[in-house]
């Protein structure tokens, strides 16, 4: 079945270091592609998508870009602030709608 | 406030007891989705809506489990004879499906359930 897979937390990094969080996936057909984010305390948020090969999501200073010969998703910011310390989950869906398949989530921890 | 609200926030109760948790959607939206999560792990899709029609449910969603969405708009999940192993934080998300667009799922801050 479809499943998503992320690099394994926590993520400890200092501000204004580069952040790269690995995200592979196994899905039939065409998913779209998506990085929520869970701030402390607070609901997902939806952080980038894509939704084609090749495409790139960004915001935030955040970008990821669709790979499909990778199967790959991976989220990176060039320089990250304390503010950006949260869990990340990377998530698929297959049928535009549909229920999303979500990532274990990887904890970031960024320090003065 | 206009986001998808859901009621209780927090939730204890007794094994073997029922439980039953409200979502809010926001108003517009047609479909609305329920999730799992425990400690550590992401989200799990449980079943979802389209207006009032159950159009999925999970292989998770045991006959303990069920959810309606009676009048389109908000949404109960029930869990009935609850065992130590239902604990976890249950979410609920809403968006608005026109067509064959994409369409982004809002969350709720989530029910924590506590089975002692």
């Known amino acids: 079945g479809d499943s998503v897979t992320q690099m394994e937390g926590p993520v400890t990094l200092s501000e204004e270091a580069f952040l790269t969080i690995n995200c592979t996936y196994t899905a039939t057909g065409y998913p779209s592609l998506f990085w929520y984010v869970q701030y402390p305390g607070e609901g997902l948020q939806l952080l980038l998508k894509?939704?084609?090969?090749?495409d790139k999501g960004s915001n935030k200073g955040f970008e990821a870009t669709y790979r499909k010969e990778t199967t790959s998703f991976h989220l990176e910011k060039g320089s990250v602030q304390v503010s950006d310390s949260a869990v990340y989950f990377c998530?698929?869906?297959?049928?535009?709608?549909?229920?999303?398949?979500f990532g274990q989530g990887t904890e970031l921890s960024v320090k003065p | 406030d206009t986001g998808v609200s859901q009621d209780p926030r927090h939730k204890i109760t007794k094994r073997g007891q029922n439980v039953t948790f409200r979502c809010d959607p926001i108003?517009?939206?047609?479909?609305l989705y329920w999730y799992r999560q425990t400690l550590g792990q992401g989200p799990e899709f449980l079943t979802y809506?389209?207006?009032?029609?159950?159009?999925?449910k999970s292989r998770l969603l045991s006959n303990r489990f069920s959810a309606e969405r009676p009048k389109g708009s908000f949404s109960t999940l029930e869990i009935q004879r609850t065992e130590q192993g239902d604990s976890a934080m249950y979410l609920c998300?809403?968006?608005?499906?026109?067509?064959?667009?994409?369409?982004?799922?809002?969350f709720g801050p989530g029910t924590r359930l506590t089975v002692l």
């Open positions: 809506f389209q207006n009032e029609a159950q159009l999925e």
């Open positions: 998530a698929l869906e297959r049928n535009q709608g549909g229920k999303l398949i």
């Open positions: 894509a939704t084609k090969a090749d």
């Open positions: 998300a809403s968006s608005l499906a026109l067509g064959n667009s994409y369409n982004e799922q809002f």
């Open positions: 108003s517009e939206h047609n479909r």
